[in-house]
């Protein structure tokens, strides 16, 4: 059975949102990717407070300037595709309003005839949680759990009810509804991260990066489920961060889908053979110089997948 396969819409600096978004949509769904997935960050610090990932003098990307708002780029996909479904890996969910996140979902959903799926994180940018004016850093875990729970409350039946710590809704009629259920899908790297998925979530987004790591973080994250009794399946979609090249990466440092087609269709084999996951996403735009490219490569890593029986 062939694996589920998902790209990355472009977001990045150099390419014209308006017209390069609708236009990598289209040719994606026609290429025959099953899903299409955007990213949040809100902005750029500069100079930066604080390294990428809150590390110490990591620096933070230029691709990260300037990215697009990740729900107005997906309704402009929405809007030029009929089939893939519409996926956020991953939307920092505490930067916003839980109510008007719940409703824009559940809007996209409806208008797209069930096709978003809701990939949640906490994100690490202080200066973002700043700029946000919505919850202090420290206070992301609480802030997403609400979230959860006001999305589950706000795409259910009328009337919604809900008394959170931000949010209060005494009885209320919202509409539009999802079209379909909206998966929540949430990354998992603690066990703090991995009880919320268990226990909340629908299922799991994680990055991959090597075959080891990723099927031991899968084998903690089914023991836990087990441990706590649930008995719903976790679905799972993996991010693929690609940098690929005409020409293969022959150095003995390359790190696992950096290289020539060939070389991240056979780490893409590895990892499905090695962790039993059926769903991965390519992140591709990044390193892109145009949407031409980047349509030119998705086609071509498509066809090897498929090619190779993956």
Request: aromatic share 6%; charged share 20%; glycine share 10%.
């Amino acid at each position: 059975m062939a694996i589920r396969l998902g790209l990355s819409l472009p977001q990045a600096q150099q390419y014209d949102i308006g017209r390069d978004v609708p236009d990598v949509a289209r040719a994606a769904e026609r290429i025959g990717y099953e899903s299409l997935w955007v990213y949040e960050r809100a902005l750029f610090p500069e100079p930066a407070t604080q390294g990428l990932y809150g590390i110490e003098g990591l620096a933070w990307p230029d691709m990260y300037r300037g990215v697009p708002d990740p729900l107005v780029t997906l309704t402009l996909a929405a809007a030029s595709t009929e089939r893939a479904r519409l996926g956020t890996s991953v939307l920092v969910a505490p930067l916003h309003n839980p109510f008007q996140l719940a409703k824009s979902l559940a809007t996209l959903d409806a208008a797209s005839g069930g096709r978003v799926v809701a990939g949640l994180g906490t994100g690490w940018s202080l200066d973002e949680y700043a700029a946000s004016g919505m919850a202090p850093f420290a206070e992301r875990g609480r802030v997403l759990d609400e979230i959860i729970g006001v999305c589950r409350a706000v795409w259910g039946p009328d009337p919604v009810t809900y008394d959170g710590s931000i949010t209060k809704i005494a009885s209320a009629v919202v509409a539009p509804k999802p079209a379909r259920p909206i998966s929540i899908l949430l990354p998992a790297n603690s066990r703090k991260a991995m009880t919320r998925l268990v226990d909340r979530a629908d299922g799991w987004m994680p990055i991959a990066m090597g075959v080891d790591p990723l099927a031991e973080q899968w084998r903690q994250l089914q023991d836990m489920a087990a441990e706590r009794g649930r008995t719903e399946p976790i679905g799972t979609m993996v991010r693929v961060n690609a940098r690929h090249s005409p020409k293969a990466y022959d150095g003995t440092d390359r790190s696992p889908f950096q290289g020539s087609t060939a070389q991240i269709v056979e780490d893409l084999a590895a990892h499905v053979d090695g962790t039993g996951l059926d769903g991965f996403f390519l992140e591709l735009q990044g390193g892109a110089r145009d949407a031409e490219e980047l349509k030119d490569v998705a086609a071509e890593l498509y066809e090897a997948v498929r090619a190779a029986g993956i």
